[in-house]
């Protein structure tokens, strides 16, 4: 069945930055468009940026452009989050999904001096 795992979040300070990855199995990576969303206490869940299949063509959310990449590496079944000049409002759980429905459990990062 398909799995997604997110990992690499955790505590940093504003301008900081950090990598979230989303490892996938289950179904043919490659193929598929994958998303990051995001979601912080009390509001809706957020699409923060997309990729498509090969990773030729990438969207962002008008918050984080110019700050976070996305980027995929297909041989590995993995899809990245880096983040960069992190801000207290991207404070949130990240979470990877694929075009199926399918979530990860999500990973925490809190941006706090």
């Known amino acids: 069945q398909v799995q997604l795992v997110e990992s690499g979040g955790g505590l940093v300070q504003p301008g900081g930055s950090l990598r979230l990855s989303c490892a996938a199995s289950?179904?043919?990576?490659?193929?598929?468009?994958m998303f990051w969303y995001r979601q912080s206490p009390g509001k809706e869940r957020e699409l923060v940026a997309t990729?498509?299949?090969?990773?030729?063509?990438?969207n962002y959310a008008v918050s984080v452009k110019g700050r976070f990449t996305i980027s995929r590496d297909n041989a590995k079944n993995t899809m990245y989050l880096e983040m960069n000049n992190l801000k207290t409002e991207d404070t949130a759980v990240y979470y990877c999904?694929?075009?199926?429905?399918?979530w990860g459990q999500g990973t925490q990062v809190t941006v706090s001096s």
């Open positions: 990729i498509t299949p090969n990773g030729g063509v990438t």
């Open positions: 289950g179904f043919t990576f490659s193929s598929y468009a």
């Open positions: 999904t694929d075009p199926f429905g399918s």
